[in-house]
């Protein structure tokens, strides 16, 4: 924007805020911002303050880019792990190539993918010491990039927005706390389900499989090595090279014979437990 556009712009956002409840003024601003910036995509997420969820907020959508307000909702943090390591040193991300994002990013790259994303910009927005928003845009329809003038525009954007809705009483509470949910990503499908239903996960390659307790699996692009740093290992336990394991779905143990074999609800045949893993095994169950 101009000067004289960029003066055109706060002068709207002034009016907007002034005429129209947040709930009304936010996607619009959003929309005028995405729209002078070239993005098919604007959005606003929202940290709890314990920072284990984040939850989109606000989204605005040009043409044919798919929504996906509704369906982030109390998203783990570790899902985007790899750009949470840059957001908290409250440097903004840019990824003008979606196709292009390191290998440890491959899980957050699938999900994007499904969003049909191509370029991304997120900007992070601080609130008294503590990582409280994520404002951005998504480019679907092109490679896209934004100069440092934009960036800057869209955090000042940010900052007002944060200050306006935690400045709120009763919009300052966490967002409701999610139900436990493990989000799978596959080509084009994208699957929500209970953590609590899962009883193993199996390496499938660089890949991996996720089993259910109702016989179902699904293929994830995760890697067994990953699956790791993101559940709690309170519940979930790698017991051998290929295989993660429920804790809470556990049945019993055999050790005789020095195997170790472990019978899992819902699971026929029993799975073997490495010598390596076992020492971790006899501590988390304490014996």
């Known amino acids: 924007m101009g000067n004289r556009d960029d003066k055109r712009f706060w002068y709207r956002c002034a009016h907007l805020l002034m005429r129209l409840p947040p709930d009304q003024a936010i996607p619009r601003i ?57 957001l908290l040193l409250d440097q903004p991300v840019q990824i003008s190539d979606v196709a292009q994002m390191p290998r440890r990013a491959r899980a ?48 000042q954007v940010g900052r007002l927005l944060a200050l306006l809705l935690l400045s709120d ?10 139900v436990s949910q493990v989000h799978l990503h596959q080509a084009s499908r994208h699957h929500s389900l209970p953590l609590e239903e899962i009883t193993h996960i199996t390496a499938l390659g660089d890949y991996s499989r996720v089993h259910f307790l109702d016989g179902r699996d699904l293929s994830d692009a995760r890697s067994l090595r990953q699956w790791e740093s993101e559940l709690t290992p ?9 295989t993660i394991v429920n804790l809470l ?3 019993s143990l055999d050790r005789k014979g020095g195997a170790w074999k472990l019978s899992l609800r819902g699971l026929a045949s029993s799975l073997s437990v490495g010598r390596p893993f076992r020492a971790a095994l006899r501590q988390r169950l304490d014996f």
């Not at 995405?34 to 314990?50: E, F, T, V």
């Not at 910009?121 to 998504?138: E, M, N, T």
């Open 234 to 242: 309170v519940r979930f336990l790698r017991i051998n090279r290929s």
């Open 30 to 86: 959003l929309r005028s911002l995405g729209r002078a910036h070239r993005a098919d995509r604007a959005w606003l997420l929202r940290y709890n303050r314990g920072f284990t969820h984040f939850w989109n907020a606000y989204e605005w959508t040009r043409g044919d880019a798919t929504a996906h307000v509704e369906e982030l909702q109390g998203i783990p943090v570790e899902m985007a792990a790899w750009l949470h390591e840059r």
């Open 169 to 178: 009483p009763t919009r300052d509470a966490d967002p409701a706390p999610p």
């Open 108 to 155: 957050l790259q699938a999900e994007f993918r499904r969003q049909g994303i191509t370029s991304l910009l997120s900007v992070p927005i601080f609130h008294r010491g503590r990582l409280a928003f994520q404002i951005g845009y998504d480019a679907t329809q092109r490679s896209e990039s934004w100069s440092d003038p934009e960036i800057d525009q869209l955090r």
């Open 249 to 251: 779905c556990l049945e």
